[in-house]
C-alpha cells in the first residue's frame, strides 16, 4: 500500500472513529438532556398537581363557608319568621281566651277547676285564688262552688291558682302557665 492509500485508511479510520465518537456523545448528551426532560417535567407535573389540589380545596373550603353562611341566613330567615308568625297566632289565641273569659263556658271552666283542686286537697286547708280581673265572678263562684275564693295580688290572665300550704303544694290552671307552655310547645315543633 503506498503512503496515500494509507493515509486515506488512517484519514478515513480517524473519522470513522470521531464520528462513533461524536454519536456515542451526542446520543449520551441526549439521554442526559432526555432524563433531565423528564425529571423537570415530572417536578412541574407534581407541583401543577399540588397547585392544583390546594386551589381545587380553596375552592371547596370557600364554597362550604359560603354555602354554612347560606344556611345560616336562611334560618335565621326561618327562625324570625317562624316568631313572627308564633306571635300572631299566639296574640289571636289571646283575643279568643278574652272572648271566652266573658262567656258562660268560662265560669263552668272556672267552677270545674275550683272543685277539682278542693277535691285534691282532700279536707285539708286550701287557699284558690282567682285572677284580679275575674273579681266581678267571686261571689257567682262561690255560691257554685261551696269554696271560699281569694283575690290574687298578681295578675294571671285567667283561671286560677290553689295551694295547699301543708303539703306545699301549688296547682297552676292559671290561663299565663298553660299560654307559655303551650308556646314553649309550639316553638320546639
Known amino acids: 500500500m503506498d503512503p496515500n492509500e494509507k493515509l486515506d485508511n488512517f484519514y478515513t479510520a480517524v473519522i470513522d472513529s470521531a464520528t462513533a465518537q ?3 456523545i451526542i446520543e449520551d448528551y441526549k439521554k442526559t438532556l432526555q432524563k433531565i426532560y423528564n ?5 412541574a407535573q407534581k407541583k401543577a398537581q399540588n397547585t392544583y389540589q390546594i386551589e381545587t380545596d380553596n375552592i371547596i373550603r370557600e364554597k362550604n363557608r359560603r354555602l354554612s353562611g347560606d344556611i345560616l341566613e336562611s334560618k335565621r330567615k326561618v327562625l324570625e319568621k317562624t316568631s313572627l308568625l308564633t306571635d300572631k297566632i299566639f296574640k289571636d289565641v289571646r283575643k279568643k281566651l278574652d272572648a ?11 267552677s270545674n277547676k275550683i272543685a277539682e283542686a278542693y277535691e285534691f286537697a282532700r279536707g285539708e286547708e286550701i287557699i284558690i285564688y282567682i285572677n284580679p280581673s275575674d273579681e266581678a265572678l267571686k261571689s257567682v263562684l262561690e255560691k257554685i262552688t261551696g269554696v271560699n275564693l281569694t283575690i290574687s295580688n298578681r295578675d294571671f290572665m285567667g283561671g286560677i291558682r290553689a295551694v ?26
Open 39 to 43: 425529571e423537570r417535567k415530572q417536578a
Open 22 to 24: 461524536s454519536i456515542e
Open 100 to 110: 271566652y273569659m266573658k262567656s258562660p263556658a268560662y265560669v263552668k271552666y272556672l
Open 164 to 189: 295547699i300550704p301543708s303539703r306545699t303544694i301549688l296547682i297552676d290552671h292559671s290561663f299565663t302557665t298553660k299560654l307559655s307552655e303551650q308556646k314553649e310547645t309550639f316553638r320546639l315543633h
